[in-house]
């Protein structure tokens, strides 16, 4: 059996570090560089890096941020924001990435989802999927619908269909965010990422709404996903990764330990 990862998540917005309630009223609240120098040590599994507003205000990531995290850690490392072109990925991997991931870019040009596979392979590709509840209709049948730049824009695509397409295309893995579920602390979105789950063979990171260790807990074993990203319980303190890794696994998931 393969062990469940705790991956914590730097939104970074201006090179700052920022956290908000359902992708708004956001607030920077510290140093994304030693932020992460500060999980690793403490056992992080991955570490995932968002440029937030990338994508809406139109440019490239901030590469100095990447590379001055790059630096800092030794565990995969995963980058997403404002890349829309394989030129992109490859700066994003050449600035120390282990992975890139797309999302807006990749609803406007599937391409890209393949296009980065054949040249970096399907493990360097993670599509990020942001989803929010909507009515059930022809059109969004599974009643959780895509949205891009940064929570702005409906796209009318239905998640379950966009999550299989990526995958058709050559994703390596997905993490699917809970636009509803983000930064309240109320718990991951269980029915869609088990619902994702289901409908995909490769690995679906829980993103959006983790507020203690039973919430990861209940993503792993009653959603079946293979990895939990979690932001604002470990930035403002009220857990270590450590904590978080001892109260899973004392349920029996298999974890990976470091110390």
Same mark, same amino acid.
């Given at each position: 059996?393969?062990? /469940?990862?705790?991956?914590?998540?730097?939104?970074?917005?201006?090179?700052?570090?920022?956290?908000?309630?359902?992708? /708004? =009223?956001?607030?920077?609240?510290? =140093?994304?560089?030693?932020?992460?120098?500060?999980?690793?040590?403490?056992?992080?599994? !991955?570490?995932?890096?968002?440029? @937030?507003?990338?994508?809406?205000?139109?440019?490239?990531?901030?590469?100095?941020?990447? *590379?001055?995290?790059?630096?800092?850690?030794?565990?995969?490392? &995963?980058?997403?924001?404002?890349?829309?072109?394989?030129?992109?990925?490859?700066?994003?991997?050449?600035?120390?990435?282990?992975?890139?991931?797309?999302?807006?870019?990749?609803?406007?040009?599937?391409?890209?989802?393949? !296009?980065?596979?054949?040249?970096?392979?399907?493990?360097?590709?993670?599509?990020?999927?942001?989803?929010?509840?909507?009515?059930?209709? !022809?059109?969004?049948? &599974?009643?959780?619908?895509?949205?891009?730049? %940064?929570?702005?824009?409906?796209?009318?695509?239905?998640?379950?269909?966009?999550?299989?397409?990526? *995958?058709?295309?050559?994703?390596? !893995? @997905?993490?699917?965010? &809970?636009?509803?579920?983000?930064?309240?602390?109320?718990?991951?979105?269980?029915?869609?990422? $088990?619902?994702?789950?289901?409908?995909?063979?490769?690995?679906? @990171?829980?993103? %959006?709404?983790?507020?203690?260790?039973?919430?990861?807990?209940?993503?792993?074993? /009653?959603?079946?996903?293979?990895?939990?990203?979690?932001?604002?319980?470990?930035?403002?303190? *009220?857990?270590?990764? $450590?904590?978080?890794? =001892?109260?899973?696994? &004392?349920?029996?998931?298999?974890?990976?330990?470091?110390?």
């Amino acid at each position: 059996m393969l062990s /469940k990862r705790i991956i914590p998540c730097l939104d970074v917005r201006n090179g700052k570090l920022t956290k908000g309630v359902k992708f /708004k =009223d956001n607030v920077d609240i510290g =140093d994304p560089v030693e932020t992460a120098r500060h999980y690793y040590e403490q056992g992080a599994d !991955e570490i995932v890096f968002y440029d @937030i507003t990338a994508s809406s205000e139109g440019r490239g990531i901030f590469l100095d941020v990447v *590379e001055r995290v790059a630096s800092q850690i030794f565990i995969p490392f &995963s980058v997403g924001g404002g890349i829309s072109s394989v030129a992109d990925m490859r700066a994003v991997l050449v600035a120390g990435a282990e992975k890139v991931s797309v999302n807006s870019g990749a609803v406007k040009n599937p391409d890209i989802i393949s !296009e980065g596979a054949a040249a970096f392979g399907s493990q360097c590709v993670v599509l990020g999927m942001d989803v929010k509840r909507v009515p059930k209709s !022809e059109a969004i049948p &599974s009643g959780f619908e895509v949205v891009v730049h %940064g929570g702005r824009k409906f796209t009318g695509m239905d998640a379950l269909e966009w999550a299989k397409t990526g *995958e058709a295309l050559g994703a390596g !893995e @997905i993490c699917l965010n &809970s636009i509803d579920a983000d930064g309240t602390k109320d718990g991951y979105d269980l029915e869609l990422t $088990r619902l994702v789950c289901k409908s995909v063979r490769i690995p679906v @990171i829980a993103s %959006g709404g983790a507020g203690n260790p039973q919430h990861m807990a209940d993503a792993f074993t /009653k959603a079946k996903a293979s990895a939990a990203l979690i932001a604002s319980i470990v930035h403002y303190g *009220e857990y270590t990764i $450590r904590q978080i890794k =001892d109260e899973i696994s &004392s349920q029996g998931v298999q974890m990976r330990m470091v110390w």
